[in-house]
């Protein structure tokens, strides 16, 4: 399914995309589980994110935290509060070094809690997601909290853009182990 353009199609594809990928995360392998991700000398993967996450919960960890930006930058906004999606100190130059933070702050979450937070987070962007009409979603500019963007596109970014980001890292990683 092509980007999304609608609210009908941004639901469907992010529940489809997040399907897949549960399903793909249940099908790994032990030793997929087990083996840390490597995807060193490899030239197509040069992005930080390939450096940065090491297993599955750094994945879902990731996609977790992306979803309260989501929530939270949203409550803000619509509680009058002018917040940018991404939090200070951090800006779009530097939010590698966020997402650093963020694996950091997690060492110490187990798989199994890092999979309920995020199947709790997924179902709470979702749900705030169907909360909005379609041109609130898909007009650029309708908040002025989004600047020249349409909310929508946020939505997308956070949940099934993300949701397949994290599908071909898993199985990129199924792949080479085997």
Sequence with gaps: MPRPTNKNDLITLSEENFAKLMKTADSMSEAALVK??????????????????KDLRDVFIHLYEWHQLMLNWVKANQNGENKPFIPEPY??????????AFWEKHRNTALSEARAMLEKSHRDVTVLAESFTNDELFTRGH??????????????????????????KLRAHIKKVG
């Design 36 to 53: 840390p991700f490597d995807f060193t000398g490899e030239k197509s993967k040069k992005e930080a994110h390939w450096k940065r996450d």
């Design 91 to 100: 800006n779009w130059k530097t939010y590698g070094d966020m997402n650093m």
């Design 143 to 168: 908040f002025p909290w989004t600047g020249n963007n349409a909310l929508g596109s946020y939505f997308i970014s956070s949940m099934s853009s993300h949701y397949d980001w994290a599908l071909k």
